[in-house]
């Protein structure tokens, strides 16, 4: 089982940058895909990016420019850098893997866009 620990939300004005960061309890280069999730207040979670074992990448639209995935292999670590920051981007961010089939999700972060 995988287990997944979000850190770097909080609270930004508009236009900021935040990164956040997932640290995985194993080693992610055995894992297929490497995501990142968000859940609005009264929305459903929704995806924002995704990175393949492969290197693949997948941008909502609405982020796309703005937000940046990466992974680290050798530290197990998989970031997002979010930059120009709008309010609607708001939300609790989850990191997520899919290994084999099976979803596995952490805990989530809040990224609160405000001045």
């Known amino acids: 089982q995988v287990q997944l620990v979000e850190s770097g939300g909080g609270l930004v004005q508009p236009g900021g940058s935040l990164r956040l960061s997932c640290a995985a309890s194993?080693?992610?280069?055995?894992?297929?895909?490497m995501g990142w999730y968000r859940q609005a207040p009264g929305k459903q979670r929704a995806l924002v990016a995704t990175?393949?074992?492969?290197?693949?990448?997948y941008y909502a639209d609405s982020v796309k420019g703005r937000f940046t995935i990466s992974r680290d292999n050798a530290k197990n670590m998989v970031y997002l850098q979010m930059n120009s920051l709008k309010p609607d981007d708001t939300a609790v961010y989850y990191c997520?893997?899919?290994?084999?089939?099976?979803?596995?999700w952490g805990q989530g972060t809040q990224v609160t866009v405000s001045s």
């Open positions: 997520n893997a899919l290994k084999w089939g099976m979803q596995y």
């Open positions: 194993e080693n992610i280069f055995g894992i297929n895909v």
């Open positions: 990175i393949t074992r492969g290197g693949s990448i």
